[in-house]
């Protein structure tokens, strides 16, 4: 059974920092790639970052680069969101995904976690 857990959200005052993680089980972690998406009230899914099976290769959402980190530890079967100098704009639920390919679109992911809520405070 595939599971995605993603934690570490919370309730932040803008211009802190906020490290998200995502536990994945049930599937051969370190063959797929894996993203990080957000959904704001009323808005649609937004891709954040990739992250290739190796983690070599990463690419961001131009309003989170340089901002946003994604990495992974496939010994841990983990997946992790480094946030700083967060906005109050971020305020939105974060999802973990898997696909086997390298892809920015949302639509395209295999398997999505729960969500974990990030809310940033002004």
């Known amino acids: 059974q595939v599971q995605l857990v993603e934690s570490g959200g919370g309730l932040v005052q803008a211009g802190a920092s906020l490290r998200l993680s995502c536990a994945a089980s049930?599937?051969?972690?370190?063959?797929?790639?894996m993203g990080w998406f957000r959904q704001a009230p009323g808005k649609e899914r937004e891709f954040l970052a990739v992250i290739s099976w190796h983690g070599a290769a990463a690419d961001y959402t131009d309003s989170v680069r340089g901002r946003f980190t994604i990495s992974r530890d496939n010994t841990q079967n983990s997946l992790y969101l480094q946030m700083n100098n967060l906005k109050p704009e971020d305020t939105a639920v974060y999802y973990c995904?898997?696909?086997?390919?390298?892809?920015?679109?949302?639509?395209?992911?295999?398997?999505w976690g729960q969500g974990t809520q990030v809310t940033v405070s002004s």
């Open positions: 995904a898997a696909k086997t390919t390298y892809s920015f679109d949302p639509d395209a992911y295999d398997y």
């Open positions: 049930g599937f051969t972690f370190s063959t797929y790639a």
